[in-house]
């Protein structure tokens, strides 16, 4: 039994005459973290878009938790958490505002808000700061705000484009053991990354280079595959390979 919560068969997306993802293939299992890496301007934003429901595919098809990208998207964005490299959050907002209003965007009922609300807000530590501007917080926190209202209407599959971004190491590390907590629960996460450490952490990962995709696999295969000892090798190996 096939448990793909994303299937993507020869998906292209043009803007005029420039290909921004060119014929693209490959599936994501229920489940798995699943690293989305490339260079800026490799495709791996625009793919991520069209995958979300938020962009028409020019050509090829592609499923999202069973929808249509193209025929189904509304259901899809139902189905689905995001969280952007700005955390998506409303720093003139308080954190409990924050909570109310994504949560409001998922379709949840008041009593579900306030039950799932309150336990995000024990969960992280941070029931005194309830009634405090997002703005305020240290970024830290912010990021795992930010996460947790992303999945608070506990979604199959959630979209992390760069989620990192400019956080210290620590943080970052603190912020990779609440998606392997996700992960445990059986939230896919489907993640974008600029810190190749990062790509160690996933499951699998595939690896865009000028809209196509140049490899993919487990961190383990991708580095036996082009006889590299690090992520970093493998891109440079597959960078190469498009220059020559």
């Known amino acids: 039994m096939d448990n793909s919560i994303i299937t993507v068969n020869k998906l292209t997306r043009k803007f005029g005459d420039f290909i921004a993802v060119d014929s693209i293939t490959f599936d994501v299992k229920q489940g798995e973290i699943f690293g989305f890496l490339g260079a800026n301007g490799a495709g791996k934003t625009t793919a991520m878009r069209i995958l979300c429901g938020l962009l028409t595919p020019s050509s090829g098809n592609a499923s999202v938790c069973g929808f249509n990208v193209v025929t189904q998207s509304e259901q899809i964005k139902l189905n689905i958490g995001y969280m952007s490299q700005k ?11 924050n909570i ?10 008041r009593k579900e808000i306030k039950a799932a609300g309150d336990s995000l807000l024990s969960k992280l530590e941070l ?4 009634n405090r501007l997002v703005g305020s917080l240290p970024l830290g926190w912010k990021q795992k705000l930010a996460f947790a209202t992303a999945i608070i209407h506990k979604p199959r599959l959630v979209f992390l484009d760069e989620p990192t971004g400019g956080v210290d190491p620590i943080t970052r590390r603190a912020f990779w053991d609440m998606l392997y907590t996700a992960a445990s629960d059986g939230i896919t ?12 952490y996933c ?12 490899g993919i696999g487990t961190p383990a295969e991708l580095k036996q595959q082009f006889n590299a000892s690090s992520i970093y090798d493998v891109i440079l190996a597959l960078a190469r390979g498009n220059e020559s």
């Open 203 to 214: 499951d699998r990962i595939s690896i865009m280079a000028k809209g196509k995709i140049g």
């Open 100 to 109: 109310t209003f994504y949560a409001g965007i998922y379709k949840m009922s």
């Open 127 to 130: 029931s005194q700061y309830k």
């Open 87 to 97: 955390f998506s959050l409303f720093d003139d907002l308080s954190v409990w505002d």
């Open 189 to 200: 996460v489907f993640v974008t990354t600029h810190y190749l450490d990062e790509a160690e």
